[in-house]
């Protein structure tokens, strides 16, 4: 997936927060192909794309930024109006470009602002996957990964004035505007800090003797985090880390094992940091963690224990008791 970032500095954010929207366009045969589309601020999904309606879905109640209803409407329009004549184009020349159903174009757009200076708009298409078109200086130009396939589409749309016309407003205006208004409208969104919540648990048995150790974060924002196994002060080789996925509320889940030792696992503990807890890091030792597991176990036990006994026992009297005790009464 080709992908295009525009960023903002000096905004009073503490990181670069990025704005992309991304469109896929899947053609399946020459009278049906489908298209979606999403919009994200940093690595939160902002906006959706209704295909059935032509529609933008606003997933937040601050992403709409500070455009009116009537500036929507219009992006609305511009949209519906790209996926449409973008689809007519490759599908009225399939034999031309030598594309064969099914197929999928993606395309990227976005913009940089720096402060101080002026903004910069790219968009790039793909075919496939692979790089295969690029605007910049306000014409389209082939990717060498395209071949002359990409010549020829990129040739065809610098024909066209008024696509070329449309994209470089989208770039150079709406773009910046849009993105600088919805940092704006969502600033108390984007700048919270949600503190994580940490456990210990055992991963998967790697064979005899040994033991996975797993850490978990989950429900953090923002996004940075650093999580690892520490023996002391001493951070522990080999931990391994997974990718930091996101919740439905915007906030990240994280883990972080490593593969030990048993006789080596008492001791090791896991340290979370995180702009959320300033100074003050979560510790989670493994000897303590099932502590509460124990308790469980050691009231739980006995009692099912108990409950077992008594029931065999009471089997037992009544299978002791003569056959004509155990008759009903007439």
Known sequence: MVSLTWRLRGSGFQEPVSFHVMGILSFYNRSWEQNVGSGWLGELQTQGWNSSSGTIIYLWPWSRGNFSNEELTELETLFRTFFINFALTFHNRIIQWQLKYPFDIQVAGG????????????????????????????????????????????????????????????????????????????????????????????????????????????????????????????????????????????????????????????????????????????VLYWGHRSSVGWIFLAVTVPLLLLAGLAFWARKRRTLCQPASSRLPLE
């Open 111 to 282: 913009c940089e602002l720096h402060s101080g200076e002026a903004s910069a708009g790219f968009m790039q298409v793909a075919y496939q996957g692979s790089e295969f078109l690029s605007f910049q200086n306000n014409s389209w130009l082939p990717s060498p990964k395209g071949g002359g396939r990409a010549k020829l589409v990129s040739s065809l749309f610098n024909l066209n004035k008024g696509f070329l016309e449309i994209v470089h407003r989208l770039l150079t205006d709406t773009c910046p505007r849009f993105h600088l208004g919805l940092l704006d409208a969502g600033k108390a969104h984007l700048q919270r800090r949600v503190r994580p919540e940490a456990w210990l648990s055992p991963g998967p048995s790697p064979g005899p003797g040994r033991l996975v150790l797993v850490c978990h974060a989950s429900g953090f924002y923002p996004k940075p985090i650093w999580v690892t196994w520490m023996r002391g002060e001493r951070e522990q080789q080999g931990t391994q880390r997974s990718d930091v996925v996101p919740h439905a509320d915007g906030t990240w889940y994280l883990r972080v094992s490593l593969e030990v030792e048993a006789r080596e696992a008492p001791g090791l503990s896991c340290r979370v940091r995180h702009s959320s807890l300033g100074d003050q890091d979560i």
